[in-house]
């Protein structure tokens, strides 16, 4: 009876982890009005290393030498899952929806599949390359609206490029975190990749900071960036960890699907956005497409 309890609490965690995790594409529209992206990433992550670092700090300094030994690989992860996937959605948040965002994102498990197939040796069958054509047609078909006359114009929304690059951002880290062995506790290197997120984000920031647009520390600017850094980072990073642990790598896959919901209901209940008829469509070639790429992945 306990074990059973366990499971429906794991199984119950499956769809609160992505309330977490879908308020990422909140503060991507709603706090961009507030902070400049690059600026709102940047704060982000380093308030997330500053949070945890008193929890980690003696751990850390016990395992000096493998971080020094693992430091650019720690940088990579930290470029891509923090720099790349932390700072391209709020740029998207200035041009797009939260719909749009959520629905391109859940393209990445195809891009996953993409890369490692280029870079790493793995088989791709014809349910994978149905389903990757498929998957990238839906992403497409929101990128263009609809409108044949977007893609022949080439007049593309920036934002939902945007997301794009983030969710091939998220792939890489996705896939090099799985390829990377490393010696350190799954807690740490996630304080690590927070610390090395906010390094590669730093010039960027500055950039930012000295030609574009300078950012104000006012209430609503310390608002969004430990609303950031608590709810869709260490809130959602904690949980997606635990579902893992108990239900498995392949079932928690779902929490990005749950997240496209979730994230069509704060569009549409805090942004007053519409569902459009592409969305659908691109739903649904995005989620066929996914489901016929991973439905014979644990049979090999």
């Known amino acids: 009876m306990p074990h059973q309890k366990k499971k429906i609490l794991a199984l119950s965690l499956l769809f609160i982890q992505p309330i977490f995790m879908a308020s990422n594409l909140v503060v991507a529209r709603g706090g961009v009005e507030f902070v400049p992206p690059i600026s709102l990433a940047f704060w982000r992550w380093t308030a997330v290393f500053i949070i945890l670092l008193p929890f980690t700090f003696m751990s850390l300094k016990k395992n000096y030498r493998i971080i020094i030994k693992e430091y650019k690989k720690l940088f990579f992860l930290g470029a891509m899952g923090c720099g790349v996937c932390g700072a391209f959605p709020f740029l998207a948040g200035e041009t797009t929806t939260i719909t749009n965002m959520g629905i391109i994102y859940t393209s990445s498990p195809i891009f996953i599949i993409l890369i490692s197939s280029l870079f790493f040796g793995e088989k791709i069958d014809i349910f ?9 047609t839906g992403v497409l078909a929101i990128i263009i609206k609809g409108d044949l006359n977007l893609l022949i114009d080439l007049k593309f929304t920036i ?5 794009l690059a983030a969710s ?7 896939i090099y975190l799985f390829y990377w062995k490393t010696k350190l506790q799954i807690f740490q290197r996630f304080v690590l990749v927070a610390f090395f997120g906010a390094v590669s984000l730093f010039p960027f920031y500055i950039i930012e900071e000295f030609m574009f647009q300078k950012t104000e520390f006012t209430s609503e600017f310390f608002s969004w960036v430990i609303f950031a850094a608590i709810s869709p980072g260490i809130i959602a990073f904690i949980l997606y960890a635990k579902v893992q642990e108990k239900l498995g790598a392949s079932l928690t896959g779902f929490t990005l699907y749950i997240f496209t919901v979730y994230a069509a209901i704060y569009g549409f209940s805090l942004f007053n956005e519409k569902l459009e008829f592409y969305h659908y469509i691109g739903t649904t070639l995005v989620f066929f497409g996914v489901y016929l790429a991973k439905k014979n992945e644990n049979k090999t």
């Open 159 to 163: 934002g939902d490029l945007w997301m």
């Open 128 to 136: 994978k390359i149905i389903g990757l054509i498929c998957c990238l």
């Open 168 to 174: 091939i951002g998220w792939a890489l880290y996705s």
